[in-house]
């Protein structure tokens, strides 16, 4: 093989390699994403929180309120207000979901009732197996 052959041919791989990547890189942008699902992850024994009661725990790197509602049900939802990113607290007197930065509230569900809150706050699937509660993010 020439000097001029191989250059060429390097050429052509070269041009080849960057439009085969850049197809692949043109499809991940213009297909629909998936937010991960399926990660179960253990987040708290159900026998350490009361019913009524609240406790913040991590699902990954996110903090989430874990509340147990009524025996044998509990509910997940984001800990962070969607409105300036502060941490929420759950009011045992009035079943619902504070910030105490600017007075958003919500209810169980995640809805916004009232305040500056623009939209729900992301929600969890709380699993309760072998006394233990595991979460999976809910897309």
């Known amino acids: 093989m020439t000097r001029r052959g191989f250059l060429q041919w390097l050429h052509r791989f070269v041009w080849g390699a960057w439009g085969f990547f850049g197809l692949i890189l043109l499809g991940r942008y213009l297909t629909p994403g998936e937010r991960r699902r399926g990660l179960l992850q253990h987040v708290a024994k159900a026998d350490e929180i009361p019913v009524g009661e609240s406790r913040l725990v991590y699902y990954e790197d996110q903090p989430v309120l874990l509340i147990h509602y009524k025996e044998n049900q509990w509910v997940a939802l984001s800990a962070i207000c969607t409105h300036l990113r502060c941490g929420l607290s759950w009011n045992r007197e009035s079943e619902r979901i504070t910030c105490p930065c600017h007075g958003a509230t919500y209810?169980?569900?995640?809805?916004?009732?009232?305040?500056?809150?623009?939209?729900?706050?992301?929600?969890?699937?709380p699993y309760l197996r072998n006394g233990f509660i595991f979460l999976e993010r809910i897309a």
């Open 107 to 125: 209810d169980l569900n995640g809805n916004v009732l009232s305040g500056p809150a623009p939209r729900p706050l992301p929600r969890f699937h």
